[in-house]
């Protein structure tokens, strides 16, 4: 079975902290990808990472892939009230397999 | 900036029917995808598109699910004799060929529901 998981479940903090969200595997993927989702809508793509230890940064966010492709983390720093949301993490495995194995998500709720 | 668009964003149908989404992918995307997401679940994948014909499908995508490029710009998923289990948010993405391929994009789904 493939899994992803990812952690915590749920979060919540004050304006201004900061936070590390972490999703985990036992199978080695070839890319992983982070989106954000709001309540009745698709998924949006934050970022891509494909070369492990990789580290990509969007503003106050930062996506590391772990050295041996298995995991990812997403660091926030000084959350705002606009970063709330469910994060989701999605890996694809090496090959010609296309298809994206998607973890449950981590609501974050970021409070002013 | 381009994006994946669905329609209907949200239908209503009765058990036993017919249902159509459609989908415009990004228009140099070559590799098409359904998921779908039922509420409070992680999201799903169906069935990959490549080249006019299924590439890859999960065990989700029986004989009730098809899928057709009908023209050169619509992707479509057809649900034959909808359950009340079909019931979920169905999401179309597409991706670009080669190593940019690794990035997939999302519709903003269709949410179906059936009655």
């Known amino acids: 079975t493939q899994l992803l998981e990812q952690s915590p479940q749920f979060l919540s903090i004050q304006e201004g902290e900061n936070l590390t969200v972490y999703c985990n595997s036992s199978s080695v993927f070839s890319s992983l990808q982070w989106y954000r989702q709001e309540p009745g809508e698709g998924p949006v793509l934050l970022v891509t990472?494909?070369?492990g230890g990789e580290v990509k940064k969007l503003k106050r966010l930062t996506f590391q892939f772990g050295d041996a492709r298995k995991d990812s983390s997403l660091h926030i720093t000084a959350a705002q009230p606009g970063d709330t949301g469910l994060y989701l993490c999605?890996?694809?495995?090496?090959?010609?397999?296309?298809?994206?194995?998607w973890g449950l998500g981590t609501s974050l709720a970021v409070n002013p | 900036e381009p994006e994946v668009t669905q329609t209907p964003s949200h239908q209503v149908t009765q058990m036993g029917q017919e249902v159509i989404l459609r989908c415009v992918p990004i228009s140099n995307h070559l590799y098409f995808y359904w998921y779908r997401q039922i509420l409070g679940q992680k999201v799903e994948f169906l069935v990959s598109?490549?080249?006019?014909?299924?590439?890859?499908k999960s065990e989700i995508f029986d004989d009730q699910f098809s899928v057709e490029r009908p023209d050169g710009s619509n992707f479509t998923l057809k649900i034959r004799s909808t359950k009340l289990e079909d019931s979920a948010m169905y999401f179309c993405?597409?991706?670009?060929?080669?190593?940019?391929?690794?990035?997939?994009?999302f519709g903003e789904g269709s949410w179906l529901t059936v009655v």
């Open positions: 993405a597409s991706s670009p060929q080669g190593t940019s391929g690794n990035t997939i994009y």
């Open positions: 598109f490549y080249n006019n014909e299924i590439s890859e």
């Open positions: 990472v494909v070369t």
């Open positions: 999605a890996g694809r495995y090496a090959g010609n397999n296309r298809k994206l194995i």
